[in-house]
């Protein structure tokens, strides 16, 4: 069993390679929720949705986000009513967020939704929520405390961070079977996801590190930085916000009591010896995850290490 | 100031009729609300809907509900998640549900929300809610008792009518504005729909019927039955259920302790006297209304009467 932990857009580009180059039985995919919100009364979770939509071969490769070749009629009239607009949910992205929306107020976990929702799909491999519970990722900033998706979307993460906070995150529980399959699983993929606030609240869920240091599964990360820089999104400014280097070695830094090998970029083998001073395995290759033939390439070469 | 009383479909047509014929601000349109449930966790309330719908010259004529060039993306996505999806709901049509039920969420009341909506929309006149208290109204079938749209939607109105009931509507409260409106009125037309489950919960709303039969306003009916049958809709099954003729003296007949006037067809004018005979002035002209032309005939016949 393979177990990835994942965000949305950085991890679900190598979720997709290992979705076309791995058993699918073999999978179980836990994600982050903590960027997890309301919009217009609606639970969106924009990780798990992208995780299922890659999945089911239904992601948009080119946005990165929601359904292919979606509409945004609903988003268009709620608009026009007046309603805010700047959080840009398609029309079937919406049929999901209206189900969830109901089912949860029905009395149903995050969990059980999640699977109703793969099912239907026809998803083999398991997704799971980190926890069933409500945590926030919360950004404090210059002009105040905000939540992620303002952000990350309405703010384009233009604001400076001073520091970010997963609300909830104490009183959480790891969602049912999230520490099983971490403790059984014959490895662990971290994929390059954004270390902070997208695997960041996963291991902070009481119960999630403990289980990843004790695993004898091998855990293997993908660094989503190259030579300082990562090669999408904000991730840089979250982790000099946490006092993380910005680099494949800081990456393996804030995992080193528990990662047993990190694949970084060519361009970044100068940083090997160091992150094998870490106790890290360090392996080259390019980890730029554009292609489809990229992320199956990647995926490949993780399977063969292990 | 010109109240008029309806219900969806029947009623919206002589409604457009007024629209492009009355002086919007002169009209104040009170809407039947015992058909409103929730689908999906969505509150719909379909009468007030089809009405605003219609005043805001985005109705859709052929089908008689939703909006214009609708698609139906979201509740095709529904379906494909294992949602019901028998309940028509259009995309566009979709963002008026979504924001109401985030707004009664939030607290505020239906009429407040109908008020928003119908200024975003440049609707001049007046919509106002029955009432914002929840009144539901159930049909006992052969089969057990079941909601409006279940058995008018799902059931294609074809089940065997035994009574009809409006759970809630002792306790509910006209919304503000209904009873003021009336008493201030200088007529008050109820529109052709249903006279049951259309005009018939907002008389039975406590305080309205009062208002109407104490109103200096003249009140005039136009019928839904010409020859012993509804133009549309099923309102001879629940006339019938509850002991009333099907027939324009029925309809009279059930309006007989506030109507001024009742406007019925040509082809019934031998009820004519017999409708007299209840002390309620008959007119008779042609009242089907299926085109434009009609609907604003008709409307500038009953100007012509006030």
Redesign the interface.
Same mark, same amino acid.
């Given at each position: 069993m393979l177990v990835l932990l994942t965000g949305g857009t950085g991890g679900a580009k190598l979720v997709q390679g290992f979705n076309l180059e791995a058993r699918p039985e073999d999978l179980v995919i836990i994600c982050n929720t903590a960027d997890d919100f309301v919009f217009?009364?609606?639970h969106i979770s924009p990780d798990l949705d992208t995780i299922t939509y890659t999945m089911a071969g239904l992601s948009d490769a080119a946005k990165g986000w929601g359904i292919r070749d *979606?509409?945004f009629?609903? =988003? *268009?009239?709620?608009g026009? =009513?007046?309603?805010e607009s700047w959080f840009k949910l398609g029309?079937?992205d919406?049929?999901?967020h209206?189900?969830r929306?109901?089912l949860l107020?029905e009395g149903l976990t995050l969990s059980q939704i999640t699977e109703?929702?793969r099912k239907?799909?026809g998803i083999e491999s398991i997704i799971l929520p980190m926890s069933d519970d409500r945590v926030e990722t919360r950004i404090e900033t210059p002009n105040g405390e905000i939540s992620f998706q303002d952000y990350f979307v309405r703010g384009r993460w233009r604001d400076e961070v001073h520091r970010i906070t997963f609300t909830g995150v104490e009183k959480c529980r790891p969602a049912p079977g999230v520490l099983d399959s971490i403790r059984e699983a014959s490895a662990v993929i971290l994929c390059p996801s954004n270390p902070i606030t997208s695997i960041g609240p996963i291991l902070t869920v009481p119960g999630i590190r403990s289980a990843l240091r004790e695993t004898r599964a091998r855990i293997i990360a993908v660094s989503p930085i190259i030579r300082g820089m990562p090669y999408s999104g904000p991730a840089h400014k979250f982790m000099a916000a946490m006092g993380i280097e910005v680099s494949a070695f800081g990456v393996a830094s804030a995992y080193r009591d528990f990662l047993t090998l990190i694949l970084i970029a060519l361009e970044d083998s100068e940083l090997m010896r160091k992150i094998e001073g870490l106790g890290i395995q360090t392996v080259t290759t390019s980890i730029r995850l554009e292609s489809l033939d990229d992320r199956r390439r990647v995926a490949r070469e993780l399977l063969a290490l292990l």
């Open positions: 217009h009364g609606l *979606d509409t009629v609903v =988003l *268009d009239w709620l026009r =009513l007046g309603g029309d079937r919406l049929a999901t209206i189900m929306s109901n107020r109703r929702i239907r799909l």
